[in-house]
C-alpha cells in the first residue's frame, strides 16, 4: 500500500479582476494577495447606527497596488 499526500492549497479569487491568486508563478496568478477590511456602521435617516456595515474585499497583487495608490491620494488629500 503507497500513500500520498497532497497539501492543501488556497486559491483566492479577486475582487476586482477576478484572477485566481494561487501563489504561483505564470500567466493570470499572482504571488501575493492582500485583503481590505473596512469596519463601519449602516447608519439610518436620522444618522443612528442599524447595522453591521463592514466588509471585506480581496485583492490580487496589481489591484491591491491600485487599492493603495487610491487610498494614500485620498489619505493625503486630509493631511494637508
Avoid: Q
Avoid at 494577495?33 to 456595515?53: C, E, F, T, Y
Avoid at 487599492?67 to 486630509?78: F, I, K, N, P, W
Amino acid at each position: 500500500m503507497s500513500v500520498r499526500k497532497i497539501p492543501e492549497r488556497t486559491v483566492v479569487t479577486c475582487d476586482r479582476c477576478g484572477v485566481e491568486c494561487s501563489n504561483g508563478l505564470g500567466p493570470g496568478r499572482r504571488r501575493m494577495n492582500g485583503r481590505l477590511i473596512v469596519k463601519a456602521h449602516s447608519l439610518d435617516m436620522v444618522g443612528d447606527p442599524v447595522a453591521d456595515g463592514s466588509f471585506e474585499r480581496d485583492f490580487c497583487d496589481a489591484c491591491m497596488s491600485l487599492v493603495l495608490d487610491a487610498l494614500r491620494e485620498a489619505l493625503r488629500d486630509s493631511d494637508e
